[in-house]
């Protein structure tokens, strides 16, 4: 279930005690853009502690510095051994950049000893290139298990502005969606850049599930109650589930092989998906 | 007729204060009060000395009762709440005598009582006619209500308004009465007005606060309290705010209406009597300007005295009929006895106000308070004073969980219901630890600075001096 992730500079040590209780599926810890070229070393020596003591109950990604910065190997070096859920990959623009990245990983698991392939991926793309690649780079390689939009430095390097509506961007999420979908892996949105603003968040949160994004990323734990509401399904789509999963089980009961329900037939993909809503419902009980 | 005197001293005189004598002063001017100092320099000026001093609250503007009190012109203090610098000074020892820290309840009702008589009150008042009604609504020192300043008007032997806007006889919508005023003074200010009242209170932007919160007000949903008739408190604090606009936004969702909202009143508490949230607010003391503006404009929004607030000699006071109070703490031992008198250090930083009032009072009370604070954890195994007895306080609510009196299993179980994260408090006092080592306890002196005393006036608990080093 990961509705949400939230964005955490890796040299803030106020937010990585912090991280867990602010309510996003997910965190991801940055080495990247949120620290400057000064802070780079503590930044890993930080993250790496808060992961190793903090006992983190959210999914872990540490977003790296991107392969052509002199940073990236250093900060996988310090990283995999305490074996985060997820690295995040940056300016990805193909399935090469990813098979690089996964390589040295495995070459670093290999030397250390620990399970080879158990830290995931989830590159972000954010160029041109890399988004006409979407497919090649969500399907490079077995640790890919979802790939994320950075719609703030795609429409820098397709000489746009970026919006609110978004229109500039539109192709690109549904392209990104599209290939997601068809290599079999999550997709996350880009985050909403006007901490203020929530009932535009709120608003791009829903035109991003419309399209099929599996969720959103957040800059502001403020934006991250936002985005798992509209991420999670609704009192009605709980209700239907419970139907669905109800008349199925009669159906099977009774031994008929296709039944309906308020005159709709009750496939598979129906009941698959019903499974999938009653699953999230139980994951985000609390709401926390 | 006229009450009004010429001066400060000519009022002293005419009243007839002499050494040893107490005297009183409210605190609704709150850090921008020039009154109680200008009070003490003309007492000073007189040569009177040995005044003891009951006043609601100590504020930092208060910073020359230090100079009065080395002087021997103050030789008491008895009050509700101490602010850092005056503490300080009383923590090092500055006095003889121990101060008396009340409740804003247990004051108007030793007063009342006769068990703290006071023999001058002086009344600073933003308007006041020249036979002594007066009000804290309008004027350019504008407070809103002048809920602690009532008895002390009514039961002093003589009692003074001062006021910087005096108007003709007679004042319409007053709060105090004439017939409990024996003088009057007119001076070009009482007060320093962005002392008074903050401008529109803000909401914390911090998101831990906001966590703690948003699992405050879905606590609070959760108790099975929140229903039509609902009754709510909350302090100034960012995330009592908070958890007051998280609180609204569900009673908007789900079409509740409150009945009376109590206390020191914000504008968020305004915002929720205009949203229907409440048919009433019962105000003792305005914290900003929207809540002045509000008891001034709207029939709906009451002004109360101290004594109705909460004495616990009154025939009934709002605090008993009340569902919930958030209230802040500095510290919280795993008893649930709630420190807000003194920081980490023991220093005096604080006092009771209504805390431990509305804790005895409310169906459920609630303490919001991150973790730690400056990597101390906020759960200790004793609290360095005593400000609300346990028994009293129902829920501790933290950013990484929620603990709950064992005397309440009741809302434990309501709360694991509704998926909310509850802990023993020892478990979060661990969770704390683990995460900012154990503190040392200071290390204070033999020396009684203070007596705390509770609401129906026992003793409490006593605070000892901190060493000078």
């Given at each position: 279930?990961?509705r949400s992730m939230l ?14 209780i602010l309510g996003s599926d ?32 959210k ?132 985050p909403w850049?006007?901490v203020e603003d929530i009932d535009g968040l709120i608003?791009d949160a829903k ?8 969720g959103k990323a957040s800059i502001s734990p403020r934006h991250v109650a936002g985005i798992n509401e509209v991420f999670s ?51 985000i009980?609390g709401g926390r | ?202 909401i914390t932007k911090?998101p831990v606060g906001l966590v703690i919160a948003d699992y405050a007000a879905r606590?609070?949903d ?20 908070a958890a007051?606009k998280y609180l609204?936004d569900i009673?908007?969702k ?145 950013q ?19 998926g ?50």
């Open positions: 279930m990961r964005f955490l500079p890796g040299n803030s040590p106020n937010m990585l005690l912090n991280a867990n997910s965190v991801i810890l940055d080495l990247e853009d949120a620290v400057a070229p000064t802070e780079k070393d503590s930044a890993r020596i930080l993250v790496r502690n808060a992961i190793k003591s903090m006992g983190y109950t999914e872990v990604i540490v977003r790296i510095n991107p392969i052509d910065s002199p940073y990236w190997e250093k900060d996988l070096q310090t990283i995999v051994p305490i074996q985060p859920d997820m690295i995040m990959p940056t300016k990805v623009s193909g399935a090469k950049d990813i098979q690089i990245i996964a390589d040295y990983i495995t070459k670093l698991e290999e030397e250390l000893g620990l399970e080879v392939g158990k830290i995931k991926l989830m590159p972000l793309i954010e160029t041109a290139l890399g988004v006409e690649r979407a497919f090649d780079i969500a399907s490079a390689d077995p640790r890919v298990t979802c790939i994320f939009l950075g719609g703030e430095d795609f429409t820098a390097d397709m000489r746009c502005v970026r919006t609110k509506p978004g229109n500039e961007i539109f192709y690109a999420r549904s392209r990104m969606v599209v290939a997601a979908r068809a290599a079999g892996v999550d997709v996350m949105d880009t850049t006007d608003e035109l991003a599930k419309s399209l099929g994004f599996s399904p609704t009192e009605a789509e709980i209700q239907y589930a419970k139907d669905v999963m109800e008349t199925n089980e009669k159906a099977k009961a009774e031994g008929k092989g296709v039944v309906s329900l308020r005159g709709k037939m009750i496939d598979a993909p129906i009941v698959n998906r019903a499974r999938q809503v009653l699953e999230a419902a139980e994951a009980k | 007729m006229s009450k009004l005197v010429k001066s400060i001293k000519e009022a002293i005189q005419l009243a007839g204060l002499k050494d040893g004598m107490t005297i009183s002063f409210h605190h609704h001017l709150r850090n921008g009060d020039m009154v109680a100092v200008m009070v003490m320099d003309a007492i000073c000026e007189l040569g009177i000395k040995d005044m003891n001093v009951n006043i609601s609250s100590v504020f930092d503007t208060h910073g020359p009762f230090i100079e009065y009190i080395r002087d021997g012109v103050i030789t008491g203090i008895e009050t509700d709440y101490m602010g850092g610098v005056v503490g300080r000074a009383v923590s090092e020892g500055i006095m003889d005598k121990p101060v008396t820290f009340r409740t804003h309840g247990g004051r108007p009702s030793d007063i009342i009582r006769g068990a703290s008589p006071i023999d001058v009150a002086f009344i600073a008042a933003p308007t006041a006619d020249c036979m002594g009604n007066c009000t804290g609504k309008i004027g350019k020192s504008a407070c809103g209500s002048l809920g602690y300043a009532f008895a002390d008007a009514m039961y002093a032997k003589k009692s003074i308004v001062i006021t910087d806007n005096l108007v003709e006889y007679p004042l319409i919508d007053y709060s105090i009465a004439e017939n409990y005023i024996d003088y009057v003074v007119a001076v070009d200010k009482i007060g320093e007005p962005s002392g008074i009242v903050s401008g529109t209170t803000k911090d606590a609070i959760a108790s099975g309290l929140l229903k039509d008739g609902f009754s709510f408190q909350t302090g100034a604090g960012g995330a009592s705010l007051a609204k009673m908007m789900k079409n509740i209406k409150g009945s009376y909202g109590l206390g020191g009143i914000t504008a968020y508490m305004v915002d929720m009597l205009n949203s229907g949230c409440f048919k009433a607010l019962y105000d003792v003391q305005c914290f900003d300007l929207d809540a002045v503006r509000s008891i001034r404009e709207n029939p709906n929004h009451m002004e109360v005295t101290a004594a109705h607030y909460a004495s616990p000699t009154a025939k009934s006071s709002a605090v008993d009929s009340l569902d919930v109070v958030i209230l802040g703490a500095t510290e919280i031992d795993t008893d649930f006895n709630v420190n807000v008198h003194t920081d980490s250090n023991g220093y005096i930083m604080g006092g009771s106000g209504g805390h431990s009032d509305t804790a005895a009072g409310a169906k459920m009370s609630m303490i919001v308070a991150p973790l730690s604070r400056a990597r101390l954890p906020i759960v200790v195994d004793k609290v360095l004073c005593k400000s609300t007895p346990g028994s009293t306080v129902d829920v501790l609510v933290t990484r969980g929620i603990a709950v009196n064992p005397l309440r299993a009741d809302l434990a179980d309501r709360f694991k219901d509704a909310l994260p509850v802990y023993d408090i020892h478990d979060l006092k661990a969770m704390a630890e683990q995460l900012n080592g154990t503190p040392k306890k200071p290390v204070l002196g033999d020396k009684i600075v203070a007596n705390v005393l509770y609401r129906d006036g026992t003793l409490l608990d006593t605070i000892k001096n901190v060493p000078v080093k």
